[in-house]
């Protein structure tokens, strides 16, 4: 049986190819076109406020106008190819700081239309928010709550009453 060995030639030859495999470089054009997606998705002025190179603003905005699915495909294909040449790392930041205020929106939003599901559906839960938040009128509030309660036993819904127990909810809470 023979043994191939290395000879010294071939021990001293650099490796033909030293950058990125073909799968980073994939997962990196899909990263690139899920971002460009997610442009895609944002109003005028937050686009704008971004800087992004002419040819991409262009691309991002005739994405918004293409109605074939094929031809969407495309363009998002190749807003992904655009974005591959550009530092990606301000427009990350900035689409990260957009989702972490619309997440702290959708809390803020929650806490409050826990309160006013509380506040409608328990008797003691306005003394809860009165320790909570001792400016609270309390003649005020129940005359709110009270409203809010009919309203939702005569229609079954909510409405005026409702939407103005929220409002003040959402006064006092933040």
């Given at each position: 049986m023979k043994r191939f060995s290395r000879s010294e030639s071939d021990a001293d030859a650099?490796?033909?190819?030293?950058?990125p495999s073909k799968s980073v470089l994939k997962r990196e054009a899909h990263r690139a076109q899920e971002l460009g997606e997610q442009l895609i998705a944002l109003k005028d002025s937050e686009l704008v406020a971004l800087e992004l190179p002419e040819a991409l603003y262009e691309a991002i905005v005739a994405?918004?106008?293409?109605?074939?699915?094929?031809?969407?495909?495309?363009?998002?294909q190749y807003i992904g190819k655009l974005m591959r040449d550009i530092d990606l790392t301000q427009v990350r930041a900035t689409l990260g700081a957009k989702a972490a205020k619309a997440a702290l929106e959708a809390q803020r939003f929650q806490r409050v239309e826990n309160w006013r599901a509380r506040l409608m559906a328990e008797p003691q839960a306005l003394a809860a928010l009165r320790t909570a938040y001792p400016t609270v009128d309390e003649a005020q509030w129940l005359k709110r709550i009270a409203a809010?309660?009919?309203?939702?036993?005569?229609t079954g819904a909510t409405g005026v009453a409702a939407r103005e127990l929220f409002r003040a909810l959402r006064e006092v809470l933040e």
């Open positions: 650099e490796p033909l190819f030293d950058g994405a918004r106008s293409i109605s074939s699915r094929g031809g969407a495909t495309r363009q998002r809010a309660r009919a309203e939702r036993a005569l």
